[in-house]
């Protein structure tokens, strides 16, 4: 059977819209195609995006969506005349397009179908080896956080599922309620986000108010993670962002990027009650085909 390819993907794409060719179609996708646009099921979470980003960002609440809810504003300030529904989206849509690094709306659909007419990044022995590789870090962040974060906490850390999907379904369900923190490590290619939830600030309040444990928890991933890479080949580890806003992530990677997302619960007891709440780690396809061999 010959090998699956992207080049193979795009012709798939390209003949699913009718072309002869993927430079047909791209060359055919101009900003008046927007209306004619087909989103497969999985991928309608970036037209909730433009829904959900146009009220806000006119009524300069833009910091609900970091760095894309403030390029939105901008837009929307230099459009000419009253402000419409219609010329809104638009720019939505343009601005969406332009974080996933697609000059137009119809050009991310394209991006989109082609990325998920891919072969999934991992199969499921390489999922297995995520996950076994993954329960040896659960045991370093529990120590950690019972440790320097929660001293005298019950607390365990286990992996909650291991699973393919795109990053853009991993950094619109961190927007609500969490943070996003990104890694690189020499010797391993591509960035590794991590997604911190609320159970943070919530464990530091019951382990006794110590608003500096917030900053220690952030060093505390990080250590954990790069200790974590080291052991499967890479150099030191840097951080390439602080927590900050989830779609800030998008200047790791576009939206429509597949790749491995692995979750880890985290579970504390401490004298001021219980919190428990999950640490995602996402490896995009690059970072996951530098790994595979080392797993």
């Not at 829904?51 to 960002?57: I, S, T, W």
């Not at 045991?139 to 001293?151: D, I, M, Y």
Request: proline content about 4%; aromatic content about 6%.
């Amino acid at each position: 059977m010959p090998a699956w390819t992207a080049a193979s993907a795009q012709q798939v794409v390209a003949h699913e819209y009718g072309y002869s060719s993927w430079q047909a179609l791209t060359a055919d996708a101009t900003p008046d195609r927007a209306a004619s646009v087909r989103w497969t099921e999985r991928h309608r979470h970036y037209e909730t995006l433009v829904d959900e980003l146009v009220a806000p960002c006119r009524a300069g609440d833009d910091e609900r969506f970091g760095s894309l809810g403030r390029r939105l504003r901008e837009r929307l300030e230099r459009l000419p005349g009253e402000p419409g529904v219609d010329a809104d989206t638009q720019a939505a849509c343009q601005v969406v397009a332009q974080a996933n690094g697609c000059e137009t709306w119809a050009a991310l659909n394209i991006e989109v179908l082609a990325a998920a007419a891919v072969f999934p990044v991992a199969d499921r022995p390489q999922l297995d080896a995520f996950e076994r590789a993954h329960n040896r870090l659960g045991p370093l962040l529990a120590e950690g956080l019972s440790t320097r974060v929660a001293p005298g906490a019950s607390l365990a850390v286990d992996t909650a599922f291991v699973d393919v999907t795109s990053y853009g379904e991993l950094l619109l369900s961190l927007i609500s309620e969490a943070q996003l923190m990104r890694l690189r490590a020499q010797g391993i290619a591509g960035e590794l986000a991590i997604g911190v939830g609320s159970w943070v600030p919530t464990l530091v309040e019951q382990a006794g108010s110590h608003p500096e444990r917030l900053a220690v928890c952030e060093r505390l991933l990080t250590e954990a993670t790069a200790h974590f890479l080291s052991e499967l080949g890479g150099g030191r580890a840097e951080v390439v962002e602080g927590q900050a806003h989830p779609l800030n992530g998008l200047a790791m990677a576009p939206m429509f990027e597949m790749g491995v997302l692995i979750a880890q619960e985290v579970c504390a007891t401490t004298a001021g009650g219980s919190t428990s709440g999950l640490v995602r780690f996402f490896y995009s396809a690059k970072t996951v085909r530098s790994l595979a061999e080392r797993l």
